[in-house]
């Protein structure tokens, strides 16, 4: 695997420091601790170092080094959910601290209540199970003001609903609980559901766990850990299963605002600032993109599927998917947009499943829709097929975070290609850190 450049020794390798321990994997890998001082002599891709740890050189992964002096941080991306850059939140790679400070105020809250495709959706899984949720045990996992809950508590007869919630909001749940009169059915609990006691098993284990692209956050992982503590035998999950969907679009207007621009701003040229617009705005995902249904050059497709009642959390390290669109219309194939779709089953056999669509099909959510600009658009035309994967791998150290990785095809039926076996006009590959 050394390439030619890994076996040199180059003239000054780069100190770096060890943010947390590492067991490599492969032989060529190295194996280090937390404040290890690592030289890096080559650096052969943006994820694995070559580097030596007294005398061993080995294949690291770049994000579990910090360069330079402790705490210089990149920029962070403004990002929905508060991450903080100070040193504590090295030691901490859940940035709990953050990210549940940040669901102790109103704002985020807010944001999910007014979201009435989101809300609604609960109010309609609790409410078209109501008589099979009688003298049933719940759990509300991640429950924030408790909205889930209360619509149990008004809406069926459950013998009690378990409203967890880890962050400074569940004092206030408590007071929504007893301002509504459902005391009697839903307990409150402050805490990680992976970490509170309930004094039994659960019938039903409902949550609102999804993120932008479905898996920021990583709160899945939370569920996941409940279910499997808490969810008795035969217990139901809600969402029962989630899908990721994935089509290639135009993105006209975003391109002009940030790219396009540069070319005649008041009648001047500024295109040398155009790599670096690329570099600013098109390296990272833009979430809460709203696409248009007329911006899709194909049919969507489902590139994910997560089953909930047998997805394991080391499953969620890395995700593949495959994908083949083909092109209904021409148009520039400036990138892709993703979201998710989540269903929930009914506790009848039989009974009718209910959809959550995050799609540009469906009523608008806050989270929105999620887009991977291009380096460069691209032409395509109706008949075409873009093919390729897409691979959404967790961050080994900041674990809220994933990397998005895109590969694609362009097969051409109707223009001249360069490469006639496949017929393959272009090739790209991109990844996309969500959000280091
Ligand atoms: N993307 C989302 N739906 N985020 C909702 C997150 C809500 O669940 C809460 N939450 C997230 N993870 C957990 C956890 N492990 N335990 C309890 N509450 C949690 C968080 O404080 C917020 O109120």
Known sequence: MQTEKEDEDDASPEECFARSDFTGGGSDQLSFSSGDKLLVHAKPSSDWWWAELRGVRGYVPASYLRTGAAGEEEQEEEEEVEVDDDD???????????????????RLHLEMLSDKSRTEAYRQVIRSNSASLRNKVVMDLGCGTGIISLFCAQLAQPSVVYAVEASSMADYTRQLVKQ????????VLQGRAEEIELPEQVDVLVSEWMGNCLLFEFMVESVLLARDRWL???GVMWPSSAALALVPCQADT???????????PYGLDFTPLQPLAQQEFFTKPKFSHLIEPSDCLSAPCDVIYLDMYTLQVKDLEEIKGQFHFCVEKSGVFHGFTAWFTV?????ETGGATVELNTGPN?????????LFMLDRPVSVYAGDSISGTIVLRRNPVW?????VTLHWNINSTTEETDNCQANIKSVGTKSFPMWR
């Open 88 to 106: 504590t939140s090295l030691e901490d790679p859940w940035q709990d601290e953050e990210y549940f400070g940040s669901y102790g105020t109103l």
């Open 180 to 187: 509504n009169e459902c005391e009697e059915v839903v307990t």
């Open 232 to 234: 008795r035998e035969g």
């Open 254 to 264: 975003y391109y002009a605002e940030k790219m396009a621009f540069w070319e005649r």
């Open 343 to 347: 269903h929930f089953e009914s506790l």
């Open 362 to 370: 469906s009523e608008p959510t806050h989270w929105k829709q999620t």
């Open 399 to 403: 674990r809220r975070h994933m990397t």
